[in-house]
């Protein structure tokens, strides 16, 4: 393969993405990168306001790009915002499920035990991550499984592969986007058609709104000793920015990776490699 075939499998000129939580700061970050090499991106949240950064970059960039309110938790909201996707953009080439999260209520902690956990937290937790991953699947996958071709990218954690403290219910529903990412690579490619792909990415730690309160002191932004054990045992010795993502990213949603499907992609500055010795 030369240089110019190369290019070609990295040319998203005109391809619509989907990308769920896409105002988020990951989420973000890939919606900017992905409009930015010419892409059509519908980012579906509930939340329509982009940070100011990242609407920056969007209109300078030269791809197309819409916002479209979306629960991924509730099917009637994402059969909506894919109608006006699909009305807008066409067919569409890939979902991101970027949609996830913590919550306090959901954490265990010096002020919350772990039998005080809050039911309707650690359901919400469960919902956002789990269950919207899942939905969002169904519906968008339904149009990839009409049209014979699609790539769907959902974003696990490092918490799938070793459980975290404190959050129990977020390191669970991660395992499970990583297991339902393996089981939905197999049944499209038996049920439906091989050039349907599911893969994840599993970042590791990254500074976001979620987390933030784990990791550093909201007085002064110094590590917490939470957030220096992480940095002792991250081989990189620093958090993920959220531009780290984008490699993986792209070599996922690009033909170059036709060949892989059920994959979960560590990105974690060698976090899950190091065995703290």
Same mark, same amino acid.
């Given at each position: ?126 919902? /956002?991550?789990?269950?919207? +991953?899942? $939905?969002?699947?169904? !519906?968008? =996958?339904?149009?990839? #499984?009409?049209? &014979? ?106 033909? /170059?990776?036709?060949?892989? +499907?059920? $994959?979960?992609?560590? !990105?974690? =500055?060698?976090?899950? #490699?190091?065995? &703290?010795?």
């Amino acid at each position: 393969m030369n240089l110019e075939e190369i290019r070609e499998k990295y040319d998203f000129t005109g391809k619509t993405i989907v990308i769920t939580g896409g105002s988020g700061i990951l989420g973000g970050e890939m919606a900017c990168a992905l409009v930015g090499v010419g892409a059509n991106v519908a980012v579906i949240d509930r939340n329509t306001e982009l940070q100011a950064d990242v609407k920056r970059k969007i209109e300078t960039a030269c791809g197309k790009f819409m916002m479209v309110y979306g629960n991924v938790t509730q099917h009637d909201s994402l059969n909506q915002a894919a109608r006006v996707v699909q009305k807008e953009f066409g067919q569409i080439y890939a979902l991101i499920n970027a949609a996830g999260g913590n919550q306090p209520g959901a954490t265990t902690g010096p002020e919350r035990s772990f039998f005080e956990l809050d039911l309707d937290s650690l359901r919400n937790v469960f919902d /956002l991550n789990l269950l919207g +991953t899942i $939905a969002a699947c169904q !519906v968008f =996958g339904k149009y990839m #499984a009409e049209a &014979g071709s699609g790539n769907i990218l959902n974003i696990s954690s490092m918490s799938a592969f070793r459980p975290l403290t404190r959050v129990p219910a977020y390191s669970a529903a991660k395992a499970a986007v990583s297991n339902f990412t393996q089981w939905l690579a197999v049944h499209f490619a038996e049920e439906y058609n091989q050039n349907i792909r599911v893969n994840a990415l599993a970042p590791g730690f990254f500074l976001t709104e979620q987390n933030r309160f784990l990791l550093t002191n909201a007085e002064d932004g110094e590590l917490t000793p939470r957030g220096q054990s992480i940095i002792n045992h991250t081989p990189v010795k620093r958090f993920g920015n959220p531009e780290d993502l984008l490699g993986a990213m792209f070599w996922l949603l690009s033909p /170059l990776s036709d060949f892989v +499907t059920g $994959a979960v992609i560590p !990105v974690d =500055g060698g976090f899950a #490699a190091f065995g &703290g010795v």
